[in-house]
């Protein structure tokens, strides 16, 4: 039976027919509406009069193009497994990673995951002082003093709970249960590449970075104010 979820939108990018009917049918089972590659050849064409919820696609090449058009979540599902095309389409601006082949319930839950995070609104309102740092959570948008730096939901989430706990080191299981919904180490690459990201965004000086910290064996933590001597939790 179909899910009551409003008629969602989601875009597929599959270059294998066989593959995007399948995506389509599963997803359409589920009650969203789905358009494929085939119905929008240019996936930034998709993003004028139709604004989909969620992409789709099979590579970081799609993902990058999307990416350049809208902070709408992304997934990437592909027979690729290892970790270099992981980290590639993560680093592509991907929220997400699915190997092919795929259980149905694990793609649906990321599905739902991605759609929960990036297409509903924040449950907090106003705003996040953190230092130099502040955040919209009316507008999903964060400013380093008066710049603006533009995020994926992914990005917002995971900085927004380090945000939250200044100064505090964050294990990576922490941090993945979180903005995962995954503890395992295998995904560490997941959250390693978000941190670049991050850390490419908001340091002066990405491979020394003042901000975001990395606390050897555990996890990461903010340091709100970018100088040295803050007090640890």
């Not at 980290?87 to 995951?113: C, M, T």
């Not at 927004?160 to 505090?168: G, I, K």
Request: aromatic share 8%; charged share 25%; glycine share 8%.
């Amino acid at each position: 039976m179909a899910t009551a979820i409003g008629r969602l939108c989601v875009l597929v990018v599959e270059g294998e027919a066989a593959i995007a009917r399948e995506l389509q049918n599963v997803l359409s089972a589920e009650g969203y509406h789905v358009r494929t590659a085939d119905d929008a050849p240019m996936p930034e064409a998709a993003f004028g009069e139709w604004r989909p919820n969620l992409a789709i696609v099979d590579d970081a090449e799609s993902c990058r193009r999307i990416r350049a058009a809208s902070n709408v979540p992304v997934i990437v599902v592909s027979e690729e497994s290892d970790e270099r095309s992981k980290v590639e389409a993560l680093d592509s601006g991907a929220d997400d990673y699915v190997s092919r082949p795929f259980g149905v319930g694990e793609l649906l839950a990321r599905v739902r995951a991605a759609v929960r995070r990036g297409a509903e609104p924040s449950a907090a309102t106003g705003w996040l002082d953190a230092g130099d740092f502040h955040v919209d959570f009316d507008g999903r948008r964060v400013y380093v003093g008066a710049r603006q730096v533009r995020l994926t939901p992914k990005q917002f989430d995971l900085f927004v709970l380090m945000a939250r706990h200044p100064n505090r080191v964050l294990s990576h299981q922490m941090l993945l249960g979180a903005v995962w919904a995954v503890t395992s180490g295998y995904h560490l690459e997941y959250l390693r590449t978000f941190m670049w990201q991050l850390r490419r965004k908001f340091e002066p000086d990405p491979s020394a970075p003042r901000y975001l910290v990395s606390v050897p064996c555990l996890g990461y933590r903010l340091n709100p104010s970018g100088l040295t001597g803050e007090t640890l939790r």
